[in-house]
């Protein structure tokens, strides 16, 4: 799988550690970008990347992860879910289908960041008569 990861200049250091865990597990990491303090430059580069089917998923992150998954979601067809634990990680994916995950540097460990990193790229969307539902009233909303 390739990924894309993008991530303000604070959280530098974190995409750095992320990017080789995931080429450690066997996937392609791709840099998107660390060096716009706009972080919400960065984010919407990366999902416009996974949207463009350039990269599978994306990863993207800031001092708390809010303002780059806010920023990323504004991308039509970007759907990027904030985790902070694994069961969240796990869930972004095979209930909601989530092709991008935000994560906070100030506020996860590389340790957590790694599991939970590896729990959404591990994990595959499977559609399901209680999630279908719910992700096509997701993508009305979106094309509303």
């Given at each position: 799988?390739?990924?894309?990861?993008?991530?303000?200049?604070?959280a530098?250091?974190?995409k750095?550690?992320?990017?080789?865990?995931?080429?450690?597990?066997?996937?392609?990491?791709?840099?998107?970008?660390?060096?716009?303090p706009l972080?919400?430059?960065?984010?919407?580069?990366?999902?416009?990347?996974?949207?463009?089917?350039?990269?599978?998923?994306?990863?993207?992150?800031?001092?708390t992860?809010?303002?780059?998954?806010?920023?990323?979601?504004?991308?039509?067809?970007?759907?990027?879910?904030?985790?902070?634990?694994?069961?969240?990680?796990?869930?972004?994916?095979?209930?909601?289908?989530?092709?991008?995950?935000?994560?906070?540097?100030?506020?996860?460990?590389?340790?957590?960041?790694?599991?939970?990193?590896?729990?959404?790229?591990?994990?595959?969307?499977?559609?399901?008569?209680?999630?279908?539902?719910?992700?096509?009233?997701?993508?009305?909303?979106?094309?509303?």
């Open positions: 799988m390739i990924v894309g990861f993008g991530s303000d200049p604070n530098g250091e974190l750095n550690t992320l990017m080789a865990y995931a080429e450690a597990l066997g996937h392609e990491a791709r840099d998107l970008g660390s060096d716009d972080y919400p430059r960065t984010a919407v580069d990366v999902a416009k990347a996974v949207v463009a089917g350039e990269v599978d998923r994306g990863v993207v992150l800031c001092g992860g809010i303002g780059v998954s806010i920023a990323a979601n504004k991308v039509r067809g970007a759907h990027c879910a904030l985790v902070t634990d694994t069961y969240q990680a796990q869930r972004a994916q095979l209930s909601n289908n989530a092709n991008l995950i935000a994560m906070g540097s100030q506020v996860t460990g590389p340790e957590l960041a790694k599991l939970l990193l590896a729990e959404y790229l591990g994990t595959a969307y499977v559609e399901n008569d209680r999630s279908a539902p719910k992700l096509a009233e997701l993508e009305r909303l979106e094309n509303a």
